[in-house]
């Protein structure tokens, strides 16, 4: 007999590609059907068959208070009766530009979009336009939404020789995207010393969660800043993730760097579609109307999504980061000793919220180690978990999330189903 989810699933794959609206939710990378979700609140969700599910993806990192958190949901309902969308301006999107600035210093100004890819797309052509040129250096193993320019790899040969990651990128398009490693500082000194006058900026995850949690090395991001200051190119920090969840400054406050552009996602949206860059004023008013780069949205600073992300943020704003820090390691530690229990190789890399455990022997330190993780146990750990009432990642290479909503029991509970895991 098949299961509501399978249901939705076949009907799904009729009318949309693969049967979802973005890849990995497919669960294809750890072999198993899409749970198609009936609702959520704080730390749990239900599938429609039921199920109910400790949440450790939390709508890949938005929901930092947890799902449906109370005062974000009586906002966007309030917001909801006012007006949808007006195309005008309206009152929220400076409450939430003004938040943004007060957490993040480097951002005197900030331009609101839908999405993390909008901002990380806009935020490279502002700084192709600022600096009049055309190179960017991005990292292997960091991922900064599927704008074309991005979604680059690595050619044969020339490490710097960039070829499309996907087809439907035009060769000509990455030509411009110079690939350095993640934490190999010396790569992107030697791109610096033979393309330095092309390059327009430098855009990197402070601290890296689209391989897995790989945290940066010390004087990795320094250096990023001071060869960017020296050859004049900016410095793009994509803080889609870490911004709001590391601590209320992000990584920029975390480790006392100052980039020029910060691109922003995910929390700010609380759980709806918003995105942001910012920066220095001197570079963020060449963007039109104040100045010449066009850019522009029908729904950018829509009023619920703005609604949500001033409510979200003023909350986190009184909560104890450090706790839930010391909370998470804690559990993301036994975690590991669970499973290492089972005479299986463990690497965990933690910071603030986020965790990631590689079943590898080799410590998690860049993308190629990230890369010597054993997929196959992941995706057994995986099923397991989800048979005993717990969501994890659907693939071996991402971050595990807690929110604030996670209570001491939750975690408990979790460590319990992955005892009872078979490998
Ligand atoms: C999720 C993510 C993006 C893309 O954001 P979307 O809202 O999915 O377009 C960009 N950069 C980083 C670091 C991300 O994690």
């Known amino acids: 007999m098949n299961t509501k989810s399978q249901e939705l699933f076949e009907r ?15 669960c294809k990378s750890v072999g198993c059907d899409p749970l198609f979700v009936a609702r959520a609140k704080g730390s749990r969700l239900w599938s429609v068959d039921g199920q109910e599910l400790i949440d450790f993806v939390m709508s890949w990192g938005p929901l930092l208070l947890g799902h449906c958190d109370p005062e ?8 909801a009766d006012l007006g949808s969308s007006f195309g005008a301006p309206c009152e929220g999107e400076v409450g939430l530009a003004e938040a943004v600035r007060a957490a993040l210093p480097s951002m005197d100004m900030v331009r609101m979009v839908s999405s ?22 991005k990292f292997h193993g960091c991922y900064h939404g599927h704008a074309d320019s991005f979604l680059a790899s690595a050619g044969s040969g020339l ?35 033979e393309k330095g006058q092309g390059i327009a900026c430098v855009i990197v995850e402070p601290v890296a969660g689209n391989m897995g949690l790989v945290l940066p090395k010390k004087g990795f991001l320094k250096g990023l800043r001071d060869l960017c ?36 996602g995910k929390i700010i949206g609380g759980g709806l579609p918003v995105g942001a860059y910012g920066g220095r004023r001197e ?83 860049d993308f190629a180690t990230a890369k010597t993780t054993n997929a196959d146990l992941y995706s057994t750990f995986y099923a397991g978990m989800r048979k005993n009432g717990v969501n994890l990642a659907p693939s071996a290479y991402e971050c595990a999330f807690t929110s604030f909503a996670h209570s001491d029991a939750d975690l408990d509970q979790t460590l319990e189903a992955a005892r009872k895991v078979a490998f």
């Open 12 to 26: 799904a794959r009729q009318v949309i590609p693969g049967g979802v609206n973005s890849p990995v939710r497919a």
């Open 72 to 79: 974000v949901t009586a906002a966007v309902h309030r917001a």
């Open 116 to 137: 993390g890819t909008e901002a990380t797309m806009s935020a490279l052509r502002l700084a192709r336009a600022y600096t009049s040129r055309d190179q960017m250096v």
């Open 159 to 193: 490490l710097t020789l960039s070829i499309p990651g996907t087809p439907g990128v035009p060769a000509d398009t990455v030509k411009d995207t110079l690939l350095a490693d993640y934490n190999d500082l010396t790569n992107v000194e030697a791109l610096f010393k």
């Open 229 to 264: 200051t020296q050859y004049g190119a900016l410095l793009i920090f994509d803080e889609v993730i870490t911004g709001f969840r590391l601590g209320l400054s992000g990584a920029q406050g975390k480790y006392g760097i100052v980039p020029d552009l910060t691109t922003l």
């Open 283 to 365: 570079i963020m008013q060449r963007i039109a109307p104040s100045g010449d780069v066009y850019q522009a949205g029908t729904l950018s600073g829509n009023p619920l999504a703005m609604a949500a992300g001033i409510a979200t943020l003023s909350k986190l704003a009184t909560l104890d980061y450090a706790a839930l820090e010391a909370r998470t390691l804690a559990f993301a530690t036994e975690m590991k000793a669970v499973l290492e229990g089972k005479g299986l190789p463990v690497s965990l890399t933690h910071i603030a919220s986020m965790f990631t455990l590689f079943f590898t022997e080799t410590p998690v330190k």
